[in-house]
């Protein structure tokens, strides 16, 4: 089983359109969990840190189910410069690494 | 907003030749890493680095690869005899706190092509 499996996708969504996205977690010692945006060919950009308490950034809002292994993304009223690869990543306490899931991939389209 | 930078771009090279990939952390970041993707698939970790040792490798870095902190702000990757299958873009990054909340910073990477 991979340590972070994310949807499949890709999500196909209208503008206006809300789309969540799910991250589960293989290793209950992950502590911290991040979501990152990828366009094609370019760095992980650091989207936001993923709190137990959730947390929200405009119309972006992450989840965290320790109980479960998951962490989710919501993206609200979705416009065109949303489309990209948004990747999880989790952390273990103390480890050195961020894993990173495969990614998903989003086209907003007019 | 400070930022990672790294040089090359894009590096294209013979096979069994020998590159170094150059980074610029952020400066008053401590730690240190370098992940890889290759073209269509995952960002997969590499290395990281803290006080001027390793503190963490995956199995990709073998002794083909090194890294060092030649001064007070390069990090370089160097990969000794490049293989066809080190084609990747590679991705150095940089943390101020280890482990924990640890938030990594990418740069914008260098495109590796070995021909």
């Known amino acids: 089983r991979k340590e972070v499996e994310q949807d499949p996708g890709p999500f196909n969504v209208p503008e206006g359109a809300t789309v969540a996205f799910n991250c589960t977690y293989s290793?209950?010692?992950?502590?911290?969990f991040f979501w990152y945006r990828q366009d094609c060919r370019k760095e992980p950009k650091l989207l936001m840190s993923?709190?137990?308490s959730g947390n929200e950034d405009g119309r972006f809002t992450a989840q965290l189910n320790r109980a479960s292994q998951y962490i989710s993304l919501l993206i609200r009223d979705s416009k065109l410069s949303d489309s990209a690869t948004y990747l999880c990543?989790?952390?273990?306490?103390?480890?050195?690494?961020?894993?990173f899931g495969d990614g998903t991939t989003l086209t907003v389209k007019p | 907003e400070p930022e990672v930078t790294q040089t090359p771009s894009h590096q294209v090279t013979q096979m069994g030749q020998e590159v170094i990939l150059r980074c610029v952390p952020i400066?008053?970041?401590?730690?240190f890493y370098w992940y890889r993707q290759i073209l269509g698939q995952k960002v997969e970790f590499l290395v990281s680095?803290?006080?001027?040792?390793?503190?963490?490798k995956s199995e990709i870095f073998d002794d083909q690869f090194s890294v060092e902190r030649p001064d007070g702000s390069n990090f370089t990757l160097k990969i000794r005899s490049t293989k066809l299958e080190d084609s990747a873009m590679y991705f150095c990054?940089?943390?101020?706190?280890?482990?924990?909340?640890?938030?990594?910073?990418f740069g914008p990477g260098t495109r590796l092509t070995v021909l």
């Open positions: 990054a940089s943390s101020d706190v280890r482990g924990g909340a640890n938030e990594q910073f």
């Open positions: 290793n209950s010692a992950s502590q911290s």
């Open positions: 993923v709190y137990s």
């Open positions: 990543a989790v952390n273990r306490v103390n480890a050195g690494k961020s894993t």
């Open positions: 400066s008053n970041h401590l730690y």
């Open positions: 680095f803290y006080n001027n040792e390793i503190s963490e």
